[in-house]
T-cell receptor, first 114, second 113 residues
């Protein structure tokens, strides 16, 4: 079946622009996670949704970062007034349930801020 | 708080020789531990996971890992490396109320002919 998809795969933004990154989880998956992976580093947690509820946003680096999942399926990560330090790969993952269920990752969106 | 330490940033092996990627963990909870692999320009793929069942966990592509609580280790092994194993490997821990994953810094496995 279809896995997690993300779009766009690559995004180049000028400093100060707003960007929106989309994640389509596996159909029926309750949990959705966003991670940020800087060059040469492991992914770091940003935020977590259970259905449409955002239960943890402790990893969002600043109030310029905003995520939503209004209908409990597709999610959008929005970054306002992008800065060069926002350049990274943004990964989305989904899992069927919570607790110990396996997370399935999308291919990521590589954001480059000039 | 949970954390993992991957002890080697790079590991080089010859094709057909054993692979050992080392990982130590720290967790306030009974941890779930994972190994993920990331090939260039591809998404993260789960190799195996430990969730307090058998301490020796078998994964895909001939990889396995052993959970050792006394040593707080979860090392990844494979008896015989293949060229296609060359990739970045991440040791990951989760725990607590939901499955927020905490990644190590990664080990790049290089396989030479």
């Amino acid at each position: 079946g279809a896995g997690v998809s993300q779009s766009p795969r690559y995004k180049v933004a000028k400093r100060g622009q707003d960007v929106a990154l989309r994640c389509d989880p596996i159909s029926g998956h309750v949990s959705l996670f966003w991670y940020q992976q800087a060059l040469g580093q492991g992914p770091e947690f940003l935020t977590y949704f259970q259905n449409e509820a955002q239960l943890d946003k402790s990893g969002l680096p600043s109030d310029r970062f905003f995520a939503e999942r209004p209908e409990g399926s597709v999610s959008t990560l929005k970054i306002q007034r992008t800065q060069q330090e926002d350049s990274a790969v943004y990964l989305c993952a989904s899992s069927l349930e919570t607790n110990t269920d396996t997370q399935y990752f999308g291919p990521g969106t590589r954001l480059t801020v000039l | 708080a949970q954390s993992v330490t991957q002890l080697d940033s790079h590991v080089s092996v010859s094709e057909g020789t054993p692979v050992l990627l080392r990982c130590n963990y720290s967790s306030s909870y009974s941890p779930s531990l994972f190994w993920y692999v990331q090939h260039p320009n591809k998404g993260l793929q789960l190799l195996l996971k430990y969730t307090s069942a058998a301490t020796l966990v078998k994964g895909i592509n001939g990889f396995e890992a052993e959970f050792k609580k006394s040593e707080t280790s979860f090392h990844l092994t494979k008896p015989s490396a293949h060229m296609s194993d060359a990739a970045e490997y991440f040791c990951v821990v989760s725990g607590g109320g939901f499955q927020k994953l905490v990644f190590g810094t990664g080990t790049r496995l290089l396989v030479s002919p």
